[in-house]
């Protein structure tokens, strides 16, 4: 009867609140689900990738191949990926979560970043969101990518350290920055407090946020947790910023 009941509740609530397009708000079949055209819309991303910053290839040179980006300029960090091109529907949905509270997005976003990070979450010990200073954080109210890191942990069974990484300086937004200027920006911006060095000394950490653009803030994290002593570093994001965007 309980269950017959919750089925009817949700039957009623769907006829005066329809479900809609967590991208456009257009009808759908079900909630927290794209439409068929932001579905299409989405530029995921597939292999062939880059094998350390997981950027597309438009050809298929083998397995192991690294793009000139990571050749020039390694990351710090172990290995990326990501779910989709910052571009379309995709982009509209990291702007929707970022900006907009649109909070419920994150559990759909992280489904598809268990999806696209699987090899990563495999080896992963602990999940480590990318944090947001403690003034912009009260301004904001929430954190995008613990929100993102918490909904993955709770899909893949992997414990989330919400406080271990620190952002102590408040920078200037990165947006329309360049990547000397974004570094510059970013030095000295994390630390980790001395007493927690022990949750990261020897393991895997997947740093976890919602775009990557030139991977300054994300090269920034790795290497305060490089110090810390952990063994690897792996990055995963909703989106990435194409080289040279």
């Known amino acids: ?28 079949g079900e909630p927290h689900a794209l439409c068929s055209t932001c579905w299409a819309g989405i530029p995921f991303i597939s292999d062939p990738v880059c094998a350390r910053l997981g950027t ?15 050749i020039a300029d390694p990351p710090r ?11 379309g529907a995709a982009k509209a949905m990291v702007a929707r979560l970022k900006y907009g509270e649109r909070l419920d997005l994150a559990r759909a976003m992280a489904r598809m970043m268990v999806h696209a990070g699987g090899p990563l979450l495999a080896c992963a010990d602990v999940l480590v969101p990318v944090p947001m200073h403690r003034g912009r954080l009260w301004q904001r109210r929430y954190n995008q990518a613990a929100l993102l890191a918490n909904e993955i942990g709770a899909l893949a069974a992997k414990p989330v350290l919400p406080d271990t990484l620190r952002r102590v300086k408040r920078t200037p937004p990165q947006v329309g920055l360049s990547r000397n200027e974004r570094r510059s920006n970013l030095a000295g911006a994390f630390l980790i407090e001395p007493g927690q060095k022990a949750v990261v000394e020897g393991r895997h950490c997947l740093v976890i946020d919602d775009v990557r653009t030139t991977g300054s803030t ?9 110090q810390a002593g952990a063994a690897r570093i792996d990055v995963l994001t909703f989106t990435l910023v194409p080289e040279g965007a």
């Open 77 to 87: 960090f172990d290995c990326a990926r990501a779910v989709a091109i910052h571009e």
């Open 218 to 226: 994300l090269n920034a994290c790795a290497h305060i947790l490089r």
């Open 1 to 28: 009867m309980t269950r017959l009941l919750a089925r009817f509740g949700r039957g009623a609530l769907g006829i005066v609140y329809p479900p809609q397009c967590i991208a456009c708000n257009s009808a759908t």
């Open 56 to 70: 597309p290839f438009a050809h298929d040179f083998g397995p192991g191949m690294l793009s000139p980006a990571a």
